[in-house]
C-alpha cells in the first residue's frame, strides 16, 4: 500500500520555465512533508519542507504548497535550471519536523529533466 | 554541511556471502539511523530504525534475522544482509538523525549491492 504516490515518472521543462512536482498521500496522520532531490549513485539531499501547519514554504526557487483538505502537495521551481535535472522525492512523516526521529515515507519519485 | 557516510558504495560477491555495510555521521552524533532499501524505479523503503545501545525497530515485513542492525556508538550504525542471496541484490540507505534535534534526517550515498 503505497501511502505517498507521485503520479508523474517523469517530467521535462524547458529552463527559465516553471517545474511543478506533484505528490498525493493518503494518511491524514502525516504532519510534515519533505521534498528530497537524488543524483544517481547519491543519496537524497534534503530540499525544503512544511509543516502540516502551514500551506506555503519558500526558499529561494523552491516552494512547497500544502493542501491538506486534497492530501496534496507540490514542489514549484521556478526559474528552472539545467543542474536541476534529478530524481525528486516526496516524503511524509507523521512527527512534526522538531523531532526528526520518526520515520519517512517515501513518495516512488519523479525524474525532472531541464533543458536548454 | 552535515554529511552521513555510508561504506562499501559497491559490492559484489556470491550467493551465500554475508556483507557488513556501514552507516557514518561523521560531524554530528546520531542517536537514530534509518535504513532503507530502494528496487530499480521503486521508492526508497524503510527497512528498520536503528537506536543507539538499544535494539533496532524493524518494518513489517523486514526479516530481522536477515538484516542485523548494531548501533554500538553515537556515530556509525551497521547492517549485516546475512547469507546473501540474488533477491537481496538492491541499493540500500542509511540516513541519520541529528540528536540535536531541528535537522531532517541526512543521507548516506548508499550501497550497490549485488549477489551473483
Known amino acids: 500500500d503505497q501511502q505517498v504516490k507521485q503520479n508523474s515518472p517523469s517530467l521535462s521543462v524547458q529552463e527559465g520555465r516553471i517545474s511543478i512536482l506533484n505528490c498525493d498521500y493518503t494518511n491524514s496522520m502525516f504532519d510534515y512533508f519533505l521534498w528530497y532531490k537524488k543524483y544517481p549513485a547519491e543519496g537524497p539531499t534534503f530540499l525544503i519542507s512544511i509543516s502540516s501547519i502551514k500551506d506555503k514554504n519558500e526558499d529561494g526557487r523552491f516552494t512547497v504548497f500544502l493542501n491538506k483538505s486534497a492530501k496534496h502537495l507540490s514542489l514549484h521551481i521556478v526559474p528552472s535550471q539545467p543542474g536541476d535535472s534529478a530524481v525528486y522525492f516526496c516524503?511524509?512523516?507523521?512527527?512534526?519536523?522538531?523531532?526528526?526521529?520518526?520515520?519517512?515515507?517515501f513518495g516512488t519519485g519523479t525524474r525532472l529533466q531541464v533543458f536548454p | 554541511g552535515a554529511v552521513v557516510s555510508q561504506h562499501p558504495s559497491r559490492v559484489i560477491c556470491k550467493s551465500g556471502t554475508s556483507v557488513k555495510i556501514e552507516c557514518r555521521s561523521l560531524?554530528?552524533?546520531?542517536?537514530?539511523m534509518f535504513w532503507y532499501r530502494q528496487f530499480p524505479k521503486k521508492s526508497l523503503m524503510l527497512m528498520a530504525t536503528s537506536n543507539e545501545g538499544s535494539k533496532a525497530t524493524y518494518e513489517q515485513g523486514v526479516e530481522k534475522d536477515k538484516f542485523l542492525i548494531n548501533h554500538a556508538s553515537l556515530t556509525l550504525s551497521t547492517l549485516t544482509v546475512t547469507s546473501a542471496h540474488p533477491e537481496d541484490s538492491s541499493f540500500y540507505i542509511c540516513s541519520a538523525a541529528d540528536r540535536g534535534g531541528g535537522q531532517p534526517q541526512h543521507f548516506g550515498d548508499g550501497t550497490r549491492l549485488s549477489i551473483l
Open positions: 516524503a511524509a512523516s507523521p512527527g512534526v519536523g522538531v523531532l526528526n526521529t520518526d520515520k519517512l515515507i
Open positions: 560531524d554530528f552524533q546520531a542517536t537514530t
